[in-house]
């Protein structure tokens, strides 16, 4: 759509200007890690508040997700209209693989998934609080579970293929 197009040629982009970036190298096999999922999809379980769509930037907040979670009873609330929702409400494993990684699991593939999962809404226009605030939040809690790696799932319209390990 003509609005979308105006909106992104207008769009402050920002590089990472961190160098080398934050990442870091696995110490022990995938297949004694603790995983945790983080999503952009705006994804919240029917007990949770939604994400709040009048916050003008962007809501920067995160939501929990249980591990132990039917993944058919989680919410999709996210505020974009410039996407297709209808492959996250066909199967929400699209943006939140956690049926997935349950396999893996199974399979032997990775060693345990962490007992929460993160979930963030897309679409932040001004990221700074995203950044400074709730981000380092987020770190710190995913750290004080001992959780190893951390896998990210952009919301739908971002994905190219099913992501796989």
């Given at each position: 759509a003509l609005?979308?197009?105006?909106?992104?040629?207008?769009?402050p982009l920002s590089r990472n200007t961190i160098s080398p970036v934050p990442c870091s190298k696995l110490e022990k096999?995938?297949?004694t890690a603790r995983v945790a999922l983080i999503t952009t999809?705006?994804?919240?379980?029917?007990?949770q508040a939604g994400f709040d769509s009048s916050v003008k930037d962007g809501d920067t907040s995160f939501r929990e997700i249980p591990n132990g979670v039917a993944t058919e009873t989680l919410i999709e609330?996210?505020?974009s209209d410039a996407f297709d929702h209808s492959g996250v409400l066909a199967d929400v494993n699209l943006v939140f693989p956690l049926d997935r990684f349950r396999e893996l699991v199974e399979h032997g593939r990775i060693g345990a998934l962490n007992h929460r999962h993160l979930s963030f809404m897309g679409s932040v226009t001004k990221p700074e609080a995203l950044i400074e605030e709730t981000a380092p939040q987020a770190a710190q809690l995913l750290r004080?579970?001992?959780v190893d790696v951390a896998f990210l799932t952009?919301?739908?319209d971002q994905c190219a293929c099913r992501p796989s390990v």
């Open positions: 609005k979308y197009r105006l909106f992104m040629m207008a769009y096999p995938l297949s999809a705006g994804l919240h379980t029917p007990d609330c996210h505020q004080s579970d001992g952009p919301r739908s």
